[in-house]
């Protein structure tokens, strides 16, 4: 601390010199030297510049008429010469002052550094509509519980943003992006599914940002089925074998499903089939399927890539081929034909990024185990993707990052701070399905009765549904139409609804006379 004070009360000293002796020497030279001195030669002698002694006359006294300020102007030099040291922030860890070594204000390297560490961040990104709460929750608890730093910019329908997705969102530092639908353009848009949907709102995003060069690198992720058990950032992206300074930038993709090909799947080559035609899926019939759910990689490339995704779905004629996951045919013809820059497959073999539904990450090594480990070497994976499809796994999230997993919690659609208010005009069975392949209306995500009956609240023509995993399986049957075990799954019906007409009261296949809404 006294290192630090001496240069400041040298400072302080000078400045008190810097004023006191101009008032000194002027008023002395005024008042003695150029008594006699025409007012013209003063002039000249204040306006000659003041780091030489100006050439010419002597006063009346045959003394130096010039007012010499040469040392002055040395005095301010070396106080500047100071003043710029101490507050530099560019400046070296010392400083030499008249030929002593002063440490630098340790303060305002830090600030500079903490400056410069927000301004250089990574980003997690990805849209959430109609996500159910305890899904939002255990993606953006799990994220920061190992990427605190993290940027988590997440696109939400505006009817999706209650009080719940706000606590989620504000306790968790997610940015919630509001969207709506019906203002989305070009207006084919707005009958997409969320997956093809969040294409444009990205790249639309990230290139606000591209200027600003805010983001170091960028994961795409599907928000419903993901959650984080390292973070994605050091343990893919910069991994041990690509964290050497100057590492070629890189855009990570991640096999799915390996069993088959694109050629081999009904799905994924549907996919490209119908968007791209009969000879590229020809083309591409041997090469193996990309998901296009998790993908990471540095700022530009993510960049590249996004605008690209968004410029292929967002053309008029796809607008014929667009449906539910057929983003992922977009995807796998992208990084197949070599368009995306930088682009690396990685098998799920050796993956930090578990694709559940390729069946090839080891999922828990004892009962009670629920950490998914890398098939290779038994190395905890940094990102799960589609844990849904274990719903063991599936409850284990839950219970972690948003306190519900008990099995009556979700008979009854319970919820912490909440109780089963969402489903009182339901009658709610668990571990049944009464509407097996019957009735069918649409599919929501949910992992709560609760989710399943704000979702058939919101459809006229709902009377049911089955909650099975993660989805809703919405149902116009207003009566039981099955009755199939199924353990760990969930079906209701709200009977008529009113203007239905018909008895409200009905009874179901196991003779159980029940309650629907008034």
Known sequence: ?????????????????????????????????????????????????????????????????????????????????????????????????????????DRIAARKKKKKSMASRDLVIGLAKEVPVT???????????????????????????????????????????????????????????????????????????????????????????????????????????????????????????????????????????????????????????LCSGVSIADFDLALKYARQMAAVVAHAEFASCERNGVDQGVHNVLVHDGRVDGAVTVPQKRAMVANLQAKVAKVGAARDDFVVRRASDGTPVAVVHQYDRFPELAKHYYKEYYGQGSDEGAAAGQRPGGGSAACAAYEVRAGVDLFKAKCDLSVASGTATADCCKACDRLTNCRGWTLAGSLCYLKTCAEPATNIRMPGASSASSGPKAGDGGDAEWRDLLGVVVVGAP
């Open 1 to 105: 601390a006294a290192e630090r004070s001496a240069p400041r009360r040298l400072t302080l000293v000078l400045g008190l010199a810097l004023m006191i002796v101009p008032y000194v020497v002027v008023t002395y030279h005024y008042t003695h030297a150029l008594a006699s001195t025409p007012h013209d030669a003063a002039d000249a002698a204040l306006l000659a510049p003041a780091q030489r002694a100006p050439e010419g006359g002597t006063d009346a006294e045959g003394g130096d008429s010039t007012l010499d300020l040469a040392g002055y102007w040395a005095a301010i030099h070396e106080a500047r010469q100071l003043l710029d040291a101490l507050n530099s922030s560019s400046s070296s860890q010392s400083v030499s002052v008249s030929g002593a070594a002063t440490p630098v204000d």
């Open 135 to 289: 899904n939002l929750a255990v993606f953006a608890a799990s994220l920061r519980r190992h990427a605190t730093q993290a940027a988590c910019v997440l696109f939400v329908d505006r009817p999706s943003i209650d009080d719940d997705l706000r606590a989620v969102a504000t306790q968790h530092a997610v940015d919630v992006q509001p969207y709506d639908v019906d203002a989305l353009e070009p207006a084919h848009l707005r009958k997409y599914h969320p997956s093809t949907l969040r294409w444009p709102l990205i790249a639309s995003y990230l290139e606000k940002h591209h200027h600003e060069a805010q983001y170091e690198a960028v994961l795409f992720a599907d928000v419903r089925d993901t959650a984080f058990q390292s973070d994605p950032f050091v343990n893919v992206l910069r991994g041990p074998s690509s964290a050497q300074p100057g590492r070629t930038p890189v855009f990570l993709t991640f096999h799915g499903v390996e069993s088959r090909t694109i050629g081999q799947c009904g799905w994924n080559g549907g996919w490209v089939k119908d968007c791209f035609g009969a000879a590229k899926l020809q083309q591409l019939s041997s090469k193996p399927i």
